[in-house]
């Protein structure tokens, strides 16, 4: 008999399908890996274990017997514990306050809180995490953003009596965590199996789901389409059962050399805590931004497009002078611009589709500039969704109601409403899924066919391998050296990145 | 279509039916009238204006707290004005500018210097309305001052002709309500200047790197809901004939009011014009019914503010259904 | 969702239906009168209008008492809808030349209007109120008997505002009958604070300029608190005992206290506001039986308050 049986979960959000047919078993004593791409109905599946959305159906049992989970507490009665992506954290009060949040605090007389207990509490919670260097006293705010994360782990591992702990679901625990702290928490996910209880581990990172797990449950279009040992599958077998077509390569290919002509020429710039840069770039050309975080990679970006004052130097866009002095400068000179943060920075979730996509085209898509032509605007963007390969139901539909690789869509349909001569990318595939990955991959690669000149800033080293012509390596504020892409291997340019130059 | 969604769109709107159907039903003789409603076009056609210009600042996210003084302001402004003996029409101009200049500094204040709307606008408030009595001297200023045209305007209209006996005209307070409202529609639903302030309100970060000229904008909306404030101030000038350092004061909560009870008929909880227009008429309706089924005045304060709750808690509540 | 909405519909119903029901009562041929002023939270007013409702209740009509808070154009609206109800007479207490457009609505459909305390206009059937120059004269006639009709007098006075206004110019033309007097100072104090302090102000230079006991006889102020200011001046210069003689009008509170004290502020005139309201009650009465009243202005008796009647 399974610990946990989920079987005919089904969800729709307001008639559209969120879940289908969903059959999920936990055993206990297992880590069992929640596959699938962004869009797929983890999430859903989620907060329906979570007690946070009801579903339409579901048979429910817990070590055989039917169950429903009518609420958070409840979901927390029959020890489940949530490690969310989104988890916040307050920074003003203290590590153990920040790790009984939505908890009930210990109490002397039955009033008091009993500061000694919760403290003692929240330290052993953050011992079983093998913490020893975070005092329980310590203010939130003045953790490392790492640390904090180990915090919010470390809440989930709170002994309480009256409802032990039997499923840990962790949703993309690692994104903040290096190394050696992920590798910590596996050593406590696998102590927690040793023990009896089960882990739903839900990551985008594929080794790790393999080297970690014992079985994979493969969701795609709220469904699930396959349950296996991970003994049993290869890695590429994994991907195809996502994306629900083999995979191919990663990237894809490189069309023919770039197009001769400088695009940008760059001469001394300094912005910020940028130093004097200078490189130049030509059309067609895709050119990687690599470094540690912090080394001047999103002040060289905002700078070219005109968020950040340029102190000093000279850029020339196409022959011309080129200076912004605001986005809306550097949109009417041809430079587009994808930002980091897709849900802040880069797209209205209560708007509609083709508000976001048309927004920096307005004037264009407008009458003399002034009068809205919403069928205009409609079918513009519907142009720019097809090119883009967006999945949606039509214009209208609202951003927010996209999955994550879909609304990072929508945001490159926006920079690539004007033509632009220029495609400023920070972190253009950050949280997207496998196969939105491939498509926007084959966005950049088709726009690059037709002239357009790209700046591709990103943490992911394999991307900036395998999709740029030339890497330029970013050290404390300023370019420390432009190496080709081609032929470079991974340790290489993270040598490079950190200042060791391979001979 | 589930229940819950029907409400969620519609539940404001069934409400403002029931509540119209209750009227209807207690005073069948006096309050489905053309006249009546006339009447109640004609009271509300001040609340209106504000709450058009209201709704500008409230789609980016933002309220304005000084429209109320900012409408004493304007009346007595042309009461100075009249009382010095300036002509009409240079009168209402200088007062239309006056509110125009003072939304602007309310603009300048929230997106150039970067003050919260709400501290802002509640020292604006303060400085409009500390302006308003020193011009005034505290008095109310009435009588051979105003002249009787600026006056008259407010009692005219145009003729609609007879009904059951009774000459019947259009007020020119409602013409000029109507004209604001769809000013406001055109300016809001039909022009880029009203897609980029639901940009801004929908996401300003998004809508900044998106090449909105965000600062400009808000200036240019705070500096119109001004206008609209003056506008009113100027017609409860000629309404009363009259001009008094408080007289618009009651203006400014009323409008907010309206405009929440709009944005409870938006399934995002934005605010549109059209939806203000309702909002409006369910506070002049309640206003007009209650006192014809001679309601005592202090408890139709607490329906109208039972009303705004139940209608918000409905939206909010249908929300949650949802999920 | 539905239901709780139709069931706060019915609620509303209900609740309504009963305010309706205890405000009219069973008959249903009783005269339906409107009571409408942005004042209510006044004490003048309040005493206005209890004084009225008290009358009605005798002549059993049905009162709707309306307050604005403040709102001179929801008067005008209201108005308009008691217009439309179809009420048999209004009654209203605030100035008419800022609610005319009301009025017009109301004589367009043969309403009649009393101004309660409102000020004279032609769009009234009558206005009740206490006659201004008759305290005026009440008071400075006081003053010319205490002081023989000799000596210098000071004047606190405000002709911005028209009703206080009135009572500085029959008070000039009392003295100025009386060529025993002399106006020694026609002072108009800044009203920001209450007038109090500002009238103290100004008095402490009169005294300062004047130091000669009998230089002073009089103090008569327009209404009361310029009267308070003055007393304390006097009081604080020491000059308490010179028999200096101090008038005001409106019988305030703080004033009735000091005439009752028995010191230099020996006199005040009091408004009869129950007065007017009764009277007013009356004026409807008569318009609803259809005689109209034979004035524009209905003037209430006023009444001196001095040492010996002034605790009543």
């Known amino acids: ?503 | 279509m589930t229940i819950a969604t029907l409400l969620r769109r519609y539940g404001t709107l069934i409400g403002f039916a029931l509540i119209l159907g209750f009227f209807w039903f207690n005073l069948p003789d006096t309050f489905m009238t053309a006249r009546n409603w006339l009447n109640i076009t004609q009271q509300l056609s001040m609340l209106m204006v504000v709450a058009a210009g209201m709704t500008i600042v409230m789609v980016m996210g933002d309220f304005d707290l000084s429209v109320g003084s900012a409408a004493s302001l304007s009346g007595i402004v042309a009461g100075v004005l009249f009382a010095a003996g300036y002509p009409i029409w240079m009168t209402v101009g200088v007062a239309l500018l006056g509110g125009l200049v003072g939304g602007a500094i309310n603009g300048v204040l929230v997106s150039f210097i970067g003050i919260l709307p709400f501290v802002a606008t509640l020292a604006m408030l303060t400085i409009l309305s500390g302006a308003a009595f020193v011009l005034s001297g505290g008095k109310t200023i009435s009588g051979a001052s105003i002249p009787a045209d600026f006056s008259n305007f407010a009692r005219g209209g145009i003729p609609l002709g007879d009904i059951g006996g009774v000459a019947v005209m259009l007020p020119n307070l409602t013409i000029v309500a109507l004209v604001v409202v769809f000013a406001v529609w055109v300016l809001l639903e039909q022009t880029t200047f009203g897609r980029r302030l639901y940009a801004i309100g929908g996401n300003i970060e998004a809508a900044y790197l998106s090449g909105v000229a965000v600062r400009r904008l808000k200036l240019i909306a705070f500096a119109l809901t001004g206008l609209s404030a003056a506008a009113a101030g100027l017609m409860y000038a000629s309404r009363v004939a009259s001009a008094n350092p408080t007289q618009g004061s009651g203006l400014m909560l009323n409008a907010i009011a309206a405009v929440f009870l709009g944005m409870t008929m938006s399934e995002q909880g934005v605010p549109r014009i059209l939806a203000t227009v309702i909002g409006v008429l369910i506070l002049g309706v309640l206003d007009n019914g209650l006192t014809q089924l001679s309601v005592d005045s202090y408890i139709r304060q607490v329906l109208v503010g039972a009303i705004i709750l139940l209608a918000v808690a409905a939206s909010s509540f249908s929300k949650r259904l949802r999920r | 969702m539905l239901t709780t909405l139709s069931k706060t519909a019915r609620g509303l119903a209900f609740a309504a239906a009963a305010v309706v029901a205890g405000a009219s009562g069973a008959a249903f041929a009783q005269a339906k009168v409107a009571v409408i002023t942005p004042y209510m939270a006044q004490p003048g007013t309040q005493a206005y209008v209890e004084a009225f409702q008290a009358v009605a209740k005798e002549k059993g009509w049905d009162v709707n008492v309306v307050d604005t808070a403040g709102d001179v154009a929801a008067v005008i609206s209201r108005i308009e809808d008691v217009v439309n109800q179809g009420v048999d007479a209004i009654v209203i207490n605030v100035d008419p030349t800022q609610v005319a457009a009301g009025l017009q609505t109301a004589k367009d459909a043969n309403i009649p209007v009393v101004g309660m305390d409102a000020g004279s206009d032609p769009l009234l059937a009558t206005n009740v109120t206490s006659d201004g120059v008759a305290m005026a004269e009440t008071t400075a006639g006081f003053v010319v008997d205490r002081i023989g009709g000799e000596g210098n007098v000071v004047m606190f006075v405000f002709d911005a505002f028209p009703p206080v206004q009135v009572r500085g110019a029959k008070a000039d033309e009392i003295f100025a009958a009386n060529a025993g007097i002399t106006v020694l100072d026609r002072i108009t104090p800044d009203v920001s604070d209450g007038g109090i302090a500002d009238s103290r102000a100004k008095m402490d230079a009169v005294l300062a300029a004047n130091p000669e006991p009998g230089s002073i006889k009089a103090v008569w102020a327009a209404w009361d608190q310029p009267a308070l200011g003055a007393l304390q001046a006097i009081e604080a210069a020491g000059r308490q005992g010179e028999g200096i003689v101090i008038t005001g009008i409106d019988a305030n509170p703080q004033a009735r206290e000091e005439v009752a004290k028995g010191g230099n502020f020996e006199a005040t005139v009091a408004q009869d506001f129950a007065g007017i309201g009764a009277a007013a009650a009356e004026a409807v009465a008569g318009l609803l039986a259809g005689t109209a009243p034979a004035d524009a202005v209905t003037f209430v008796p006023t009444k001196l308050v001095t040492k010996e009647n002034a605790a009543q």
């Open chain 1, 1 to 503: 008999m399974s610990f946990l049986s989920l079987e005919n979960v089904a969800k729709a959000y307001a008639g559209v399908p969120a879940l289908r047919r969903v059959a999920l078993t936990i055993e206990a004593g297992e880590i069992h890996a929640l596959m699938g791409e962004n869009g797929a109905g983890k999430s859903t599946l989620i907060k329906i274990l979570a007690g946070v959305v009801a579903p339409d159906t579901a048979d429910i049992r817990i070590d055989g017997k039917p169950t429903t989970i009518g609420s958070p507490h409840e979901a927390h009665r029959l020890g489940f514990r949530f490690i969310h992506q989104e988890f916040n954290v307050v920074p003003a009060i203290s590590v153990a306050e920040n790790i009984f949040m939505g908890r009930r605090y210990p109490l002397r007389a039955g009033v008091l809180v009993d500061w000694r207990a919760l403290n003692a509490t929240a330290g052993d919670a953050l011992e079983k995490l093998g913490i020893t260097h975070i005092n329980p006293r310590q203010r939130m705010a003045r953790l490392s953003p790492g640390d904090q994360m180990l915090v919010r782990l470390s809440s989930a591992f709170l002994s309480e009596p009256d409802a032990p702990a039997r499923l840990y679901v962790m949703d993309e625990p690692t994104a903040a965590l290096t190394r050696d702290e992920s590798e910590r928490l596996f050593r406590v996910l696998r102590q927690i199996r040793a023990d009896g209880g089960s882990v739903l581990y839900v990551s985008h990172r594929l080794d790790e789901v393999m080297a970690l797990c014992d079985r994979a449950t493969v969701m795609r279009d709220g469904a699930t389409v396959d349950t296996g040992r991970m003994a049993d599958i290869t890695h590429d077998d994994l991907v195809a059962l996502m994306i629900g077509r083999k995979a191919g390569d990663a990237y894809p290919a490189a069309a023919t050399t770039p197009t001769s002509g400088t695009a940008l020429e760059v001469r001394d710039l300094a912005a910020g805590r940028l130093r004097s840069t200078s490189f130049s770039l030509r059309r067609g050309e895709i050119l990687g931004i690599a470094g540690l975080s912090g080394s001047g990679q999103r002040e060289l970006v905002r700078a070219l497009f005109g968020d950040l004052p340029m102190r000093s130097g000279t850029v020339t866009l196409d022959g011309k002078p080129y200076r912004p002095f605001s986005p809306a400068d550097a949109w009417k000179a041809g430079v587009a611009y994808v930002p980091r943060e897709r849900r802040s920075e880069g797209l209205m979730l209560t708007r509609p589709i083709f508000e976001n996509i048309t927004l920096a085209q307005l004037r264009r898509q407008s009458l003399g500039g002034s009068f809205l032509t919403p069928r205009a605007e409609q079918r513009f963007a519907t142009t720019l969704a097809a090119d883009v390969r967006l999945r949606s139901t039509g214009p209208r539909q609202l951003a927010g109601q996209l999955s994550g690789g879909n609304q990072q869509k929508v945001v490159f349909a926006k920079a690539l409403s004007g033509n632009p001569k220029l495609l400023l990318l920070d972190e253009p595939t950050r949280g997207v899924d496998v196969g939105a990955k491939f498509d926007i991959y084959t966005i950049i690669r088709d726009m690059t066919q037709k002239g357009m000149a790209v700046i591709l800033v990103s943490s992911d080293l394999p991307e900036l391998i395998g999709m740029c012509d030339r890497i330029a390596v970013m050290r404390d504020g300023a370019i420390a050296e432009i190496v080709p892409a081609k032929g470079l291997g991974e340790d290489d340019l993270l040598n490079r990145c950190y200042g060791r130059v391979a001979a």
